[in-house]
């Protein structure tokens, strides 16, 4: 039986390599230098697709892909029906955060109960985060670029990833509030794990012994 593994281009994929090369297995070929969406490895019977980081959810909800890695971020927006989440690879590590503009005061908006407009591509997790704290909300989806949003008035606040803030700082905002710590994890189709598990338990096994503390 053949073994497909879902991945998106740049970090993830370049930080999965470490862990894939672990339980052996390498790619032919890269996905920068080649447009190729399927990728053959080192072994006949396991391929790597290449698709949106939004997107490793649902080929392997759907069992297109039997196990793929996606972001916390991302596992959460799309709700994880039909995947098991066996490990957190610790990989692609940065935070999710309230930013406004330097200069906009957020606590006392909270304190006064102000209603804030509030840009993000995670609105499933920003509905959670304001609705736990009692901060009343309009949530405006967006899919890129957030931080232009409090610039031209479309927003008070956004809620985006952070790594090392330099974008924050390079558009005059500022990070006011912790929304939670992301990682990537290894997600596995449930139907998958019990049909293909003599060949699917080893590698799952493998991966999980290379991950870095
Ligand atoms: P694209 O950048 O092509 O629009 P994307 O933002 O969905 O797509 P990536 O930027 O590769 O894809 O992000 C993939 C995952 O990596 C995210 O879901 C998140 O978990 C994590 N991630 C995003 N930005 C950072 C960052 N700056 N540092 C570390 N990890 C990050
Ligand atoms: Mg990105």
């Given at each position: 039986?053949?073994?497909?593994?879902?991945?998106?281009?740049?970090?993830?994929f370049?930080?999965?390599?470490?862990?894939?090369?672990?339980?052996?297995?390498?790619?032919?070929e890269?996905?920068?230098?080649?447009?190729?969406?399927?990728?053959d490895?080192?072994?006949?019977?396991?391929?790597l697709?290449?698709?949106?980081?939004?997107?490793?959810?649902?080929?392997v909800?759907?069992?297109?892909?039997?196990?793929?890695?996606?972001?916390?971020?991302?596992?959460?927006?799309?709700?994880?029906?039909?995947?098991?989440?066996?490990?957190?690879?610790?990989?692609?590590q940065c935070?999710?955060?309230?930013?406004?503009?330097?200069?906009?005061?957020?606590?006392?908006?909270?304190?006064?109960?102000?209603?804030?407009?509030?840009?993000?591509?995670?609105?499933?997790?920003a509905?959670?985060?304001?609705?736990?704290?009692?901060?009343?909300?309009?949530?405006?989806?967006?899919?890129?670029s957030?931080?232009?949003?409090?610039?031209?008035?479309?927003?008070?606040?956004?809620?985006?990833?952070?790594?090392?803030?330099?974008?924050?700082?390079?558009?005059?905002?500022?990070?006011?509030?912790?929304?939670?710590?992301?990682?990537?994890?290894?997600?596995?189709?449930?139907?998958?794990?019990?049909?293909?598990?003599?060949?699917?338990?080893?590698?799952?096994?493998?991966?999980?012994?290379?991950?870095?503390?």
């Open positions: 039986m053949s073994i497909t593994i879902a991945l998106s281009k740049g970090r993830i370049e930080e999965t390599l470490p862990l894939l090369a672990a339980a052996g297995i390498e790619p032919l890269s996905p920068d230098s080649s447009r190729k969406l399927i990728i490895t080192n072994h006949a019977e396991i391929r697709i290449i698709v949106r980081a939004t997107d490793v959810p649902t080929y909800q759907y069992g297109a892909a039997d196990i793929g890695v996606a972001g916390h971020d991302v596992l959460l927006e799309h709700g994880g029906a039909g995947l098991y989440q066996p490990v957190d690879l610790r990989i692609a935070r999710l955060m309230v930013a406004t503009r330097v200069g906009f005061d957020y606590e006392a908006a909270v304190r006064q109960g102000a209603r804030l407009r509030v840009a993000t591509k995670y609105t499933e997790s509905r959670q985060h304001f609705a736990k704290k009692g901060v009343h909300v309009d949530l405006i989806k967006l899919y890129g957030m931080e232009l949003a409090p610039l031209v008035g479309l927003a008070d606040a956004i809620v985006d990833l952070v790594s090392t803030g330099s974008t924050l700082k390079a558009n005059q905002l500022v990070a006011v509030e912790h929304v939670l710590d992301v990682s990537s994890r290894l997600v596995v189709n449930q139907a998958a794990l019990k049909l293909k598990r003599k060949q699917l338990q080893p590698l799952l096994d493998q991966i999980a012994s290379a991950i870095s503390c």
